[in-house]
C-alpha cells in the first residue's frame, strides 16, 4: 500500500520506503495531487494536460502525461493508477491519501479524527488548498462549540486557540476565545489575548482591533477580581492542569510555558548562528576581493515581529548567506562586509526603507538583494522574502515558508531555495538540497 500525503506537505511513502528520482519532480507530485483531490473519481487526461502543461500542444501534452503516468506506476506499483476511457483515477485498493481521508471524516462527521489527519494547508497553488482550510475551520468551530454546549470550558478554549491559530486575524475567533477563557475562570488570559490580537493587527494589516474586542476587553478588567482570588483555568472546577486538551500549534493557555519554550529555541538559534560564523570565518578569514567574479546576491538585515525575534534580524543574514553561497553559480556577499555597511548607513533602529537597503546591496557589490521578514504567531513562524534585482530596483519575485518554530533550520532551507529558484528562473525541484543544520 503506498501512502500519499499532501496536508501539510507532500509526501509519498511506498513499501519500500519514499520513491525518489524522476518520481518525485514537482509535476509529478501535482499529478498525484490532482488525482488525491478527486477522491475515488476519474479526472480526465484533457484536464490533467491543461493544469500541468498548459503551455504544451495537444501531442506533446498527451506524451507528457502518458510518461509521467508510467514513471509513476513503475514507482507506485501498477495498480496505484487506472485508466477509465481517457480518464485517469486512484485506486484506493493499492493507495491511501490524507485528503479523501480527512474528508471522508467530515462527512461522517467524526470530526476530531478529521481534525487529527489535517496536518497542515494542502499544496500551495491548488484552488483545493483554500476549501480544505475552510473546511477544517468549519470542523474545529464544530467542536469548540460543542464543548461550550457540554459545559466543557478547557476544551472549549482548546478548540478555539487552535481556530484562532489557524486563522489568526479572524477578530470573531479572538473574540470568542475571550469569551471562553473569561467563562473558565481565567480573565487575565483573556485580556492578554485581546492586547495580543490587537497589536497583531496593528502591526501586520494597519488596522485597529474591532470594537467588541475592545469594550469586552475593558469589561473584564473592571470586573476582575484582586490578583489573590483570581483562579486560573488550570484550577477550574478543581481539573487538574494535566487533563486539558494539548493543541498542536496553538499558543499555550499559559504564556510561562510558551516562554520557555521560546527560550530553548533562541538558544539553539543562536548556537546554530555561531556555528555557522565559525565555519564561514575560521580558517579561511576573510573573503579576498574577486575579480570577475559570478553575480552576488546580499541577504539584508530581516524585519521581524513577535516576541523574542530581534536575534533573527542579523542571524538570518548569516544562515542564508551560508546556505545560499556558491548553488547555480552565484555568490553570496559576505555577510559581515554587508551587516558593516548596513550599520553605517541605516539609522540604530535598523529598520530601512526598501530604496536605502538596495542601496546597500549594491555598495556592496550585489546584483540582486533579499529582503525578508519573520513573523512569529505563538509557536508558528512565517519567513517571508522578496527578491530585487538592485541595477533597476525591479521586484523579481516573492517567496514565503511557513510551520513551526522548532524547525526553523529546515525552514531557512526551504527559503533558501525558493529565492535561488526566483533568481535562477529553475524549479525547486531542479535545485541542490540544502542542509543547514549540517554545517554544524
Not at 108 to 137: K, M, Q, T
Not at 201 to 227: S, T
Not at 325 to 334: A, F, S
Request: proline share 5%; glycine share 10%.
Amino acid at each position: 500500500m503506498t501512502c500519499l500525503r499532501f496536508l501539510g506537505g507532500a509526501a509519498i511513502q511506498g513499501a519500500h520506503g519514499a520513491p525518489g528520482g524522476r518520481a518525485g519532480q514537482a509535476r509529478r507530485v501535482a499529478l498525484l495531487a490532482l488525482l488525491a483531490t478527486a477522491r475515488t473519481r476519474a479526472v480526465t487526461r484533457e484536464k490533467l494536460i491543461a493544469y500541468l502543461w498548459p503551455e504544451a500542444d495537444a501531442e506533446r501534452g498527451r506524451r507528457l502525461l502518458s510518461e509521467s503516468l508510467y514513471v509513476l506506476r513503475k514507482a507506485l506499483g501498477a495498480g496505484a493508477l487506472v485508466s477509465e476511457g481517457d480518464s485517469i483515477r486512484l485506486d484506493p485498493e493499492f493507495v491511501s491519501c490524507d485528503v479523501p481521508e480527512f474528508e471522508a471524516a467530515v462527512e461522517r462527521g467524526d470530526l476530531e479524527s478529521a481534525i487529527s489527519v489535517y496536518a497542515g494547508a494542502f499544496l500551495d497553488g491548488f484552488f483545493e488548498r483554500r476549501r480544505l482550510a475552510d473546511c477544517y475551520a468549519k470542523a474545529l468551530e464544530q467542536l469548540a462549540e460543542g464543548a461550550e454546549a457540554a459545559q466543557d470550558q478547557p476544551g472549549a478554549v482548546g478548540w478555539w486557540q487552535r481556530l484562532l491559530a489557524h486563522d489568526p486575524y479572524n477578530s470573531r475567533y479572538a473574540l470568542r476565545l475571550m469569551q471562553v477563557l473569561a467563562a473558565a475562570g481565567d480573565p487575565a488570559n483573556a485580556i492578554q489575548q485581546a492586547e495580543e490580537h490587537a497589536s497583531l493587527l496593528e502591526r501586520e494589516l494597519g488596522v485597529g482591533a474591532p470594537e467588541d474586542i475592545l469594550a469586552y476587553a475593558e469589561q473584564l478588567r473592571r470586573e476582575r477580581l484582586p490578583a489573590h482570588g483570581e483562579v486560573g483555568l488550570a484550577r477550574v472546577q478543581g481539573v487538574p492542569a494535566t487533563a486539558l486538551p494539548e493543541v498542536r500549534g496553538a499558543a499555550p493557555v499559559s504564556v510561562g510555558t510558551h516562554r520557555k519554550v521560546r527560550r530553548r529555541l533562541w538558544v539553539t538559534f543562536l548556537a546554530v548562528v555561531a556555528a555557522v560564523a565559525v565555519v564561514t570565518i575560521w580558517p579561511y578569514g576573510p573573503r579576498p576581493a574577486e575579480h570577475n567574479a559570478p553575480p552576488g546576491i546580499a541577504v539584508l538585515p530581516f524585519t521581524v515581529h513577535g516576541e523574542g525575534l530581534d536575534m533573527w534580524r542579523e542571524g538570518m543574514v548569516v544562515l542564508l548567506s551560508t546556505d545560499m553561497n556558491g548553488v547555480g553559480g552565484l555568490r553570496t556577499i559576505d555577510s559581515r562586509t554587508l551587516l558593516a555597511r548596513w550599520r553605517e548607513q541605516v539609522p540604530e533602529t535598523g529598520e530601512a526603507d526598501r530604496a536605502t537597503a538596495l542601496e546597500v546591496a549594491q555598495a556592496a557589490g550585489a546584483r540582486y538583494a533579499l529582503l525578508g521578514s519573520a513573523v512569529a504567531i505563538g509557536q508558528e513562524v512565517r519567513l517571508s522574502a522578496d527578491i530585487y534585482d538592485t541595477e533597476g530596483g525591479a521586484q523579481m519575485g516573492t517567496v514565503q515558508v511557513e510551520g513551526s518554530l522548532d524547525s526553523v533550520l529546515g525552514l531557512v532551507d526551504r527559503l533558501a531555495v525558493q529565492s535561488l529558484g526566483v533568481v535562477l528562473g529553475q524549479e525547486a525541484s531542479e535545485l541542490p538540497q540544502l542542509d543547514l543544520a549540517g554545517v554544524t
